[in-house]
């Protein structure tokens, strides 16, 4: 299917966060991760969630996985597909998490159980969402996927133990299993952090592919602005639990006003060796 | 989606799997402990110690047992006489002390063994029930262990053997249930670091209900360490029975365990010390060996060497 028909109405939202709050109760008094976000994520694009550590932009996008910590407080609306994802409960939360709503972590070396085979937890996922599918079908359709991740030797890497693969083929593992049942919305929380540059550039244009490919929309997590410049359509620009900025992405990272985004830009490490002015 | 058709991809599946030589962890721990020496000198150890335990009505057979107890007064306290095949010579009823402490091992072994079991299961359900549940829970499971630790186990014995009368099986049952603490504490610790590894939240964030999650993705990475405990418990519990024994709070004549024996020999040993010679040597070695497999096993599950 063109992924234009899959996308539908570009103009309506698929995800809404409305006035997210998270609150975390720790031994010494309530902290506030997110406070009052709103934000819209539309079909088809790739969306940028910059900030810095303990902006809230990872809590932010736990969140509607169900994965906050034990110790959180939520509340707000999430609206997804017609439902609130904050009110669900765990067994419909499982229908949607990882089918309809796929989530890639930041480290590909500890995401993968390290006593089943990559094929058996492809599989898994599979099976999970797709219970009507044969055996051999669903086989056929992760060897599929790790061919489109563009994993070497899918058939052996389908055989093989986590700790026999490299970083980046791990991450694109996490990738294949994370759109095995084709989601409409695939956070990446830093999905390139733990990898070499070389790497980072390659799993980056994947991302770009599959995103074009499977007309799903993206939301990609990161503190690295020239991995938004290079990759994201929008960007929403997070500091102390809050969106500071959102906007296309040429426009926020050359034309932004807005003195945060301004000391983050002048915060990247430039080869001359000048810094940037912060205004 | 590819035009390949699936039995394509099916026959080269088959094809890639006689060139490939992949290795779960499971089969690189086995590899670890086999290049291990000491650890495999002393499976050897076991095993014929094992064997020997199993085969205990041959010895019988063969020393002539049963005609030197009928013979009480000849044969009644003899030091070890290889030509009569009293190895290790014969105790006050004339009974030839190899074949008693090979069956005094057996029970021994026994003991260890059912013991091992109960501390195995009861153990690794409190502490993954403990770990997975979290909170209030797992600190309220915790303060109860806390206080059946705080209870001396020779104290325990012996207010269950005035209890129970003096049966074997209670004190099997005893022991376990005592050992069982330590493997629940290593337990829990292992679920609870795992409950909030990243492949767990991963595989939460995938839709896996969570009876899954503990079946496919807890459990399988728990098993390893629990069989390296249950392997050090099991001469943990030896000892204890034989300390038991040694009490005269043990296994009732006509049975016997290395511990019994001991304590009777010790009872003797200025007038008869071989008394307590062979059953000493194969207490220590029974002990040794398995400590050195239950070490070697550890190291060899031990991930930090991965």
Known sequence: MPWTQRIGNVNEPILTIENLHITFSTPDGDVEAVKGLSLELFPGEILGIAGESGSGKSQTWMAPLGLLADNSRVSGKISFGGRDLLNLNVRDLNKVRGAELAMVFQDPMTSLNPYLKIGLQLLESIQIHQPELSKSEAKFRCLDMLKRVALTEPETRFNQFPHELSGGMRQRVMIAMALLNQPRVLIADEPTTALDVTIQAEILDLLRELQRDFGMAVVFITHDLAVIAKLCDRVAIMYAGEVQEVGVTSDILNRSKHPYTQSLLAAIPRIDGSRGEAA | ?306
Request: glycine fraction near 8%; include cysteine.
């Open chain 2, 1 to 306: 989606m590819s035009l390949l058709r699936p039995t394509s991809t099916e026959s080269a599946l088959n094809k890639s799997a006689e060139v490939l030589q992949s290795r779960s962890l499971t089969q690189m721990a086995i590899q670890r402990f086999l290049r291990n020496r000491n650890a495999i000198i002393a499976l050897w150890i076991v095993g014929i110690l094992l064997t020997m335990a199993v085969c205990a009505p041959f010895f019988e057979w063969y020393t002539g047992y049963g005609k030197a107890f009928q013979d009480r007064n000849f044969y009644s306290g003899q030091p070890p006489n290889w030509e009569a095949r009293h190895y290790f010579g014969t105790d006050q009823n004339g009974r030839d002390i190899f074949v008693r402490t090979i069956f005094g091992m057996r029970i021994s072994l026994m003991v260890a063994m059912v013991a091992a079991i109960v501390a195995l299961t009861v153990g690794i359900l409190y502490g993954a029930i403990s770990g997975l549940a979290g909170g209030r829970t797992d600190a309220i499971m915790m303060r109860i262990l806390d206080l059946l630790i705080s209870y001396p186990l020779t104290l325990i014995a012996v207010i269950a053997l005035a209890y129970f009368g003096r049966n074997i099986f209670i004190v099997f049952a005893i022991i376990g249930l005592v050992e069982w603490q330590i493997m629940a504490r290593v337990i829990r610790g292992q679920v609870l670091s795992l409950r909030n590894s990243e492949f767990v939240e991963a595989a939460r964030a995938m839709g896996v209900p969570p009876l899954a999650i503990l079946r496919r993705h807890i459990i399988p990475n728990v098993l390893g360490l629990a069989v390296v405990y249950m392997t050090l418990i099991i001469p943990e519990v030896i000892l204890v029975e034989s300390f038991l024994g040694y009490l005269g709070l043990g296994v009732q004549e006509p049975n016997t365990s290395l511990g019994v024996l001991i304590s009777e020999g010790a009872a003797r040993i200025e007038q008869k010390p071989w008394f307590t010679y062979g059953p000493g040597f194969f207490l220590v070695t029974l002990l040794l060996a398995l400590n050195f497999v239950g070490d070697g096993l550890r190291d060899a599950v031990d991930p930090k060497d991965r």
